[in-house]
T-cell receptor, first 116, second 113 residues
Framework: ETGVTQTPRHLVMGMTNKKSLKCEQHLGHNAMYWYKQSAKKPLELMFVYNFKEQTENNSVPSRFSPECPNSSHLFLHLHTLQPEDSALYLC???????????????FGAGSRLTVL | GQQVMQIPQYQHVQEGEDFTTYCNSSTTLSNIQWYKQRPGGHPVFLIQLVKSGEVKKQKRLTFQFGEAKKNSSLHITATQTTDVGTYFCAGPPLIQGAQKLVFGQGTRLTINP
């Protein structure tokens, strides 16, 4: 258990479905992230939230809709996805504003998404 | 945009052999971080280097940050089967915020026992 919990761990959905991924962090961090991990590609930053305000949208298609109701919870709402969106979606949290300016990520176990 | 390249992409060694992965950024980084992802797992933070030319050790692992803060390396001495996994470097560009970590594509290490 990393302190960052993601549900569901596995999700299979059709292209017309609507589903959501959930992330909860128990570390008291002030920032949360969504990353996408596809086979043979680097980890791709999708969204960043600081104190529940979105500060980064890395040109993500609108079929991915994030929601951050508070600093501990993060959702990724999915609708009309494509098969190429199949990937491991990783949530992470961090505590920003340290003396060294460091930003170390704690990742959740991920949600493995398959789009049929 | 900034790119972070890692070589090699794959490395297979006999248990007990050494292993090195190299990380090169197209831009100067404010710091470099290393993560390890076990098969079927998620990335786990290993270490962070901040200063130019910095070297840090964790038991059999040695991490270096280049003088120009654009490259880094991870060296494992006498690999063990527990070292299996994918090693990622990541760093935020100096001119951008610390939260815009750009990851390399990783080096996948497999070990023959």
């Amino acid at each position: 258990e990393t302190g960052v919990t993601q549900t569901p761990r596995h999700l299979v959905m059709g292209m017309t479905n609507k589903k959501s991924l959930k992330c909860e962090q128990h570390l008291g961090h002030n920032a949360m992230y969504w990353y996408k991990q596809s086979a043979k590609k680097p980890l791709e930053l999708m969204f960043v939230y600081n104190f529940k305000e979105q500060t980064e949208n890395n040109s993500v298609p609108s079929r991915f809709s994030p929601e951050c109701p508070n600093s501990s919870h993060l959702f990724l709402h999915l609708h009309t996805l494509q098969p190429e969106d199949s990937a491991l979606y990783l949530c992470a949290s961090s505590q920003t504003g340290g003396a060294s300016g460091a930003n170390v990520l704690t990742f959740g176990a991920g949600s493995r998404l398959t789009v049929l | 945009g900034q790119q972070v390249m890692q070589i090699p992409q794959y490395q297979h060694v006999q248990e007990g052999e050494d292993f090195t992965t190299y990380c090169n950024s197209s831009t100067t980084l404010s710091n470099i971080q290393w993560y390890k992802q076990r098969p079927g797992g998620h990335p786990v933070f290993l270490i962070q280097l901040v200063k130019s030319g910095e070297v840090k050790k964790q038991k059999r692992l040695t991490f270096q940050f280049g003088e120009a803060k654009k490259n880094s390396s991870l060296h494992i001495t006498a690999t063990q089967t527990t070292d299996v996994g994918t090693y990622f470097c990541a760093g935020p560009p100096l001119i951008q915020g610390a939260q815009k970590l750009v990851f390399g594509q990783g080096t996948r290490l497999t070990i023959n026992p």
